[in-house]
């Protein structure tokens, strides 16, 4: 009878010791992973042929519908807080790069960046970006912004960016904005307007493009 009862116990201690030992090493409900270990993947954006100074105005003015002058006075005036000089941006050469962001099924508008580049034979790669703007036009429609691009240069190759805001059908937006976002730098524009009106959608993205190869 002891024999049996010494049995029992040593049983009874093994269940416990084993039990003890899983809740040790169970992990916390609520732990999360270091955000080291969140990747996000790198989106391949569009982007033009090589463009001159002139080219890169022309182009911002007329898809903002703003004068040339108002652009190049704007490109000067971020620029020379860096001290460039407007000769040296017109040596200088350039791209646009554009990637579209999904709000809705029907809606997906473009996200441009103006950019200074390095030139090579085979290779280029994005010294700067200068300029952030949004064609709000996809297809027959438009919509009204409200919100802001924030725009991170981690490397000459890629580019950080995010858009949040709200979408209107009806109102005014302003045309974007010029910056000076050079390697490992970063900086917003805020897009505003004088009035919204039917309210659409809210959107908010991360993503991560291809700015040179």
Known sequence: MKKKNLFSFVVVLLLLFNVVSFADTKEPADKKPPISSIEINGEECKYSEVLTFEQMVSEIAKENNVSEKTIEREMIENNLKKGVTLESLKRG????????????????????????????????????????SMNRRFGD?????????????????????????????????????????????????????????????????????????
């Not at 099924?105 to 034979?121: H, M």
């Not at 950080?160 to 045309?175: I, P």
């Open 141 to 213: 429609t438009v919509k009204q912004f409200r919100g802001d691009i924030f725009a991170n240069l981690e490397t000459p190759a890629r580019l950080f960016f995010n858009v949040n805001g709200d979408f209107y059908n009806k109102g005014t937006t302003n045309y974007g904005g010029g910056v000076n976002i050079g390697v490992g730098e970063w900086g917003s524009v805020s897009f505003s307007g004088g009035y919204a009106s039917g309210y659409y959608e809210y959107y908010y993205g991360d993503h991560i493009i291809k700015c040179g190869q």
């Open 93 to 132: 050469t350039y791209r646009s790069l554009y990637k579209s962001i999904y709000v809705t099924s029907r809606y997906r508008p473009t996200i441009r960046f103006y950019c200074r580049t390095e030139e090579s034979s085979y290779h280029w790669a994005t010294k700067e970006v200068l300029y952030i």
